[in-house]
């Protein structure tokens, strides 16, 4: 079983920054393709970002691609999302998610998802 804990929420002004970090245990990190939802109240989940397992391929939604980057860590088994130029549209929960590696592609269901983390809230203010 895979856990994942997010870290790094908080409140932020317009234009401002953030990284929010995501831990992951119970499984060999380098298996699993990562990602990043966000979600807020009353809305479906939806995509932010994605990385592959070995970190090479990203993929990202159009209404953060420019301003959010993904990555990750192996060695430390943790995966980032920073967050730049935020936008008080950018709150939300935002969620951890994780994968097996059966061959990357750009996958932005939820349901593909089978391990998620606890979530972290993320405002910005105007």
């Known amino acids: 079983q895979v856990q994942l804990v997010e870290s790094g929420g908080g409140l932020v002004q317009a234009g401002g920054s953030l990284r929010l970090s995501c831990a992951a245990s119970g499984r060999t990190f380098s298996t699993l393709i990562m990602a990043w939802f966000r979600q807020t109240p009353g809305k479906e989940r939806i995509f932010v970002a994605s990385?592959?397992?070995?970190?090479?391929?990203?993929t990202y939604a159009g209404s953060v691609k420019g301003r959010f980057t993904i990555s990750r860590d192996n060695a430390k088994n943790t995966v980032y999302l920073q967050m730049n130029n935020l936008k008080p549209e950018d709150t939300a929960v935002y969620y951890c998610?994780?994968?097996?590696?059966?061959?990357?592609?750009?996958?932005?269901?939820?349901?593909?998802?089978?391990?998620w983390g606890q979530g972290t809230q993320v405002t910005v203010s105007s």
């Open positions: 998610a994780a994968r097996d590696n059966t061959g990357w592609s750009i996958e932005q269901r939820p349901t593909a998802y089978a391990h």
């Open positions: 990385v592959s397992a070995s970190g090479s391929s990203t």
